[in-house]
């Protein structure tokens, strides 16, 4: 039987699932599955019992090992299209024929949490994609900040084992605050870039769909005509790049630990199809020693006002997964998995990778096979000599298993280039066999004093803040001490901003790095705010809420794309204007911290009921404290103006124009609902009003 054959015979046996009855993993019906079998209704159960050991034995199996990093992810299928051909630059035919949809399977995972860790800890992001093109799987494996700790791979068990749960009392989870950690850090001074990133806003993302992707390391794009240029790849929400606040991030991780991938889920399944647009930085060979940083440098970025990013097809995800397990859980990526046209650099970060990678999965998987899992499988045609070991279940028919061979016509045989035949660039290699690091690696402060300076000022405060976080649970106080020094050489208000707060003293004598180059690209204060699609909004009621309004406001989020939910004490309905308001959520099962704004609607009884209730007056104030878009009508404004008052600069309660820039939009007037939804919905957009912030006045 060939293998086409095989396959034939496969795709008709029923899929798991189907059926009416229980049975074994043989396919024999269990007609009992609640009692195991024995001598005697109280006598001792027997050794017989093959449905009991089998389905023990079964569940005592069940688990895999988890990643190493990455351990805890999310997963989605979707669809890839190139908006015009790149021939001009790679030969990969998925990057060719607009026409063509190439499907794809993308896993987001944080990296340094367990399994169960919470989806809101700061930390960076996984974002890997797996393309399953015509030429077989090519997986472009990244990442939500564009730089790494370290350079070299070998320094990655140091890294990963210093960021992990201190192993003498295995604490602290998902968290980088404690002394193994930054011990590491502070005598790595090549961390200092990706530190800046991951202490900004970058490290608590508002959502999987509202982050970036970044392949991190450097490959190569190879033409027809054996060109080469050197490619970082890119990945760009089309809904902007947003953030949590940390105070938000840390009560999520109580009110919903599986926010992210919770928000994902839903967010397929309402039709709000997360959407990225693939990206690439080019460098001709010519120029590749031409900057002041080395392009192949994984602690470095390439800026855009000297590498411009074009963007060059789009990524949907349409589609959840039908089992966890045997899709998120087991998908598995690795760098080298490549297709004709992209190739691979000497960035040594990579090279590492190529290896680690697969022998990680092996580890995983106990077998090379999982090539052979149905979510790895590749929709190209799999035709080699390979066989046998644990795992193989698509063995070749035939005597046929080595080449060549002319037993079988000397099939399967080597493809040459133009069948798509992988033929990696011919470089030139040459020099001494040494263990050293090039000198063009060696700046390490000068791009972490760019992405700093580049920052809005709230960005700033919160890298200060985290910062202040972090290094105040270090028990050490020299780790401290070098990590402020770091700091210094970074930007002296920057460590000036920390010192205090952590109970050391600036040093002296240390000269900060000096660039006049900043990158906006890499401040959040830029990005996308043109729509409110995919948001979640709160409508805060209580029995004698007018319903009209409810309705109204309701109907003018769901044409902008937004999802708006009544929350309130019960549920069921409340009662208001004659009307009957339906209730999603409560306000004990939820809290302002799942929502991206809160709309309140008036009603006399209503909002008297709600200022009554400290958990509503909290889920208001809390919003405010957060700088969420907030807005009220009629008699609602009651219940919002405490929580301005409590954040007003200088004491002054700003009058309406000013709040509406301050992201608060009231109005008096109860049949003015269609006017305050456009500038509502706009503030949605927005997403944050860091302009009044004022974290330590309001008490929420």
Known sequence: MDEQSMNGDLAKVPRVGEGDYLTTNQGGRIGDNQNSLRAGARGPTLLEDFQLREKITHFD??????????????????????????????????????????????????????????????????????????????????????????????????????????????????????????????????SMHMIMWVMSDRGIPRSLSMMEGFGVNTFRFVNEQGVFRLVKFHWKPVLGVHSLVWDEAV?????????????????????????????????????????????????????????????????????????????????????????????????????????????????????????????????????????????????KSGRVNYEPNMLNDGR????????????????????????????????????????????????????????????SKVETREIRERMVMHLARIDDGLAARVAPAVGVSVPSGVEAAVTTRLAPETSMANTVKDTAKGRRVAILVAAGVDGAQVTAMKTALSEAGVHAEVVAKHLGTVVGG????????????????????????????????????????????????????LAAIGEAVDLVMPAVTAGARNGATPDSGQLGAQGVFISRQSSDVSA????????????RFFNREQKDMIPA
């Open 412 to 471: 399967p045989m080597e493809a040459p280039r133009e069948a798509s035949g992988y033929v990696s660039y011919p470089e030139q290699v040459s020099g001494p066999k040494v263990r050293q690091r090039s000198p063009t690696f060696a700046d390490h402060y000068t791009q972490a004093a760019m992405f700093w300076r580049s920052q809005s000022p709230p960005e700033q405060d919160h890298i200060v803040e985290a910062l202040q976080f972090e290094l």
């Open 676 to 687: 305050l939804a456009r500038q509502f919905i706009q503030g949605i957009a927005q997403h």
């Open 251 to 395: 009560k999520l991780a109580g009110r919903d630990p599986d926010f992210h991938r919770r928000d994902l889920w839903d967010a397929i399944e309402k039709g709000d199809y997360p959407e990225f647009e693939l990206a690439v930085q080019l460098i001709d060979e010519a120029d590749e020693l031409s900057f002041d940083f080395d392009p192949l440098d994984a602690t470095k970025i390439w800026p855009e006002e000297l590498v411009p990013v074009k963007r060059v097809g789009k990524m949907t995800l349409n589609r959840n997964p039908e089992n966890f397990f045997a899709e998120t859980e087991q998908v598995a990526f690795h760098p080298g998995h490549v297709v004709p046209g992209i190739d691979f650099s000497n960035d040594p970060l990579l090279q590492g990778r190529l290896f680690s990678y697969l022998d990680t999965q092996i580890n995983r998987f106990g077998s090379p096979n999982f090539a052979q899992i149905p979510i790895n499988q590749p929709h190209a045609a799999v035709n080699n000599n390979n066989q046998d070991g644990h795992m193989r279940y698509r063995n």
């Open 61 to 190: 199996h069940e688990r895999i090992p988890e990643r190493v990093v990455h351990a805890r992810g999310s997963g989605a299928h979707g669809s890839f299209q190139v908006y015009e051909s790149m021939a001009e630059y790679t030969m990969a035919k998925v990057l060719q024929d607009p026409s063509v949809t190439t499907p794809v399977f993308v896993r987001f995972s944080t990296v340094s949490g367990a399994r169960g860790s919470a989806d809101t800890a700061r930390d960076a992001r996984g974002f890997a994609v797996k393309f399953y093109t015509e030429e077989g799987v090519w997986d472009l494996v990244s990442n939500n900040i564009p730089v790494f700790f370290i350079q070299d791979t070998v320094k990655f068990p140091d890294l990963v084992h210093a960021f992990k749960p201190e192993p003498h009392h295995e604490i602290p989870g998902a968290s980088t605050a404690h002394d193994t950690f930054w011990d590491s850090i502070s005598l790595t001074p090549e």
């Open 578 to 629: 004659g009307q009957e308001v339906a209730v999603d959520k409560t306000i004990a099962a939820t809290g302002s911290v799942m929502y991206d704004a809160v709309y309140i609607p008036g009603g006399q009884q209503g909002i008297e009921a709600l200022k009554m209730d400290g958990n509503a007056v909290h889920f208001v104030t809390e919003a405010f404290k957060h700088c969420k878009p």
